[in-house]
Each structure stands twice: as C-alpha cells, then as structure tokens.
C-alpha cells in the first residue's frame, strides 16, 4: 500500500494541468474577484470581502483535489481495467482507496496555503497565529469529507459521463454552498437550503475561526454526517464494482 501512495503522489504532482487548476488556479481566482473589494464588511457575516473570501477559495482548491481529482482518475482506471489488475495483488481493498486519499490530500494543503500567502501578500488579510494554523487545520481535514465522496463518484460512473457528472457535482456544490459568492447575498429561501449543503458548513467552519470563535458545533455536526453518508456509499459502490469484477 505504501508502494502505491508513493506512485499516486508521483503522478499527481506531475500532472501540470490538474496542479495548476488545483494549487494555482483558487489563489489566481481570489485575487482576480477581490481585485476591486474594500474593507466593507459583506452583509451580517461580520467579514471583510477578502478575508470572507479566502476562506472561500482555500476550500474551493480542497474540493477541487479530493472531489475533482479522485473521482476521474478513479473512473478512469476502472474504464482501463487498472483498478481490476490491483485486485489480483496482495494490495488489500482498502489500500486503493486510502492511497487516493492521502495522494489528493498532498496536493490539497499546497493549495490551501498558497490562497493563505496571496491573500496576506496580496490584499493584506492580518490574522492571529493560532488563527492560521486552526484554518489550515479545518479546511484540510474537513476535505476528507469531498474524498469520500470522490471515491463513491468515481465508482459511480465511469467513461465519458465521469466528468459532466463530476462537474455538475462539483460547480453545484460550489455555488450553492456560498464559495463563489457569500451565501448572504442570496434570497432567504436560498439561504436556508444552503445551510444544510456539506459546502456551506464546510466554509462556515474557517470563517468562524476568521471571526475568533470556535467553529459552530452544527456545522461541525453536518460535515461528520456527510462524512459518514459519503463514505458508506463509497464502500457499498466499492464492493459492487468488486463483484462485476
């Protein structure tokens, strides 16, 4: 199993288009959106736009690495018959799915510290230390959540409709939990949906800590929830492919 995450990390990192969409793009994003923001704060959220909004786009290029990246190279090495070769290895059924977490989780912190240097260089957001490394902690562990949920995409479809379903998945989720744009400026009918959308927990727990709080225990309660959802349907999808094999 070890011999294949140091394969995964290998290939991930060379892959420059999927590097830059994941590590660069989010950061090239956030400075192109709050090029023009003042230190206003954005609706009741208490936040300044570029502090609002880095928190936005840290979790955009999380989700982009673990949902995004497992779900088509997933899909993909089904389609080639990769995933069926491994399986006449001593690798055990767990150990793929593990190697293609901890491949996307490599990937994903560069990409969450890199919004982080932009923001502090670019549109001087000022936070306490402990600040800093509670957000990085949060948004990379709560990224787990969108991995299990690109495994279980990945095992889902596979061929040419991995990706217009991945992307449907992937834009849906982005827009409606708020990190395009802050969910505040949406009606209220919108906004009551939104906070039940792994998404919008998963941005409202790095923007409680911009604020000096704790993160929200509903929050919290939601992203463990989906955790769990995701992951099971994850395994149950695993298995299914493992006896079509």
Known sequence: MRTLVKLEITRTLRNKKFMFF????????????????DGSTVGDTGLTFPLLYMVSMATFGAITAVLVGNSERIAKEREKGWVRQLRLTALPGHGYVVSKIASAAVV???????????????????????????LAAVIWAGSSV????????????????ARPVVMIVYFGLSMLGGLWMPSAVFPQWLQ???????????AALGQAIERGHAPGVKDA???????????VA????????????
């Open 192 to 202: 009551n949906i939104a906070e039940y959308v792994p998404t919008h927990a998963y």
């Open 108 to 134: 994903s912190l560069p990409s969450i510290l890199i919004v982080f240097v932009v923001a502090a260089a670019g549109k001087g957001v000022r936070l306490d230390a402990w600040q800093w490394v509670a």
């Open 146 to 161: 969108f991995a299990a949920l690109g495994v279980a995409l990945g095992y889902l479809v596979m061929g040419d409709a």
């Open 221 to 231: 309660a939601i992203l463990v929830f989906y955790l769990v959802v995701f992951s």
């Open 22 to 37: 994941t590590v660069l793009y989010p950061a090239a994003l956030y400075l192109l959106i709050s090029a023009g923001a």
């Open 234 to 245: 994850a395994a149950q999808l695993y298995r299914k492919d493992t006896k079509k094999a």
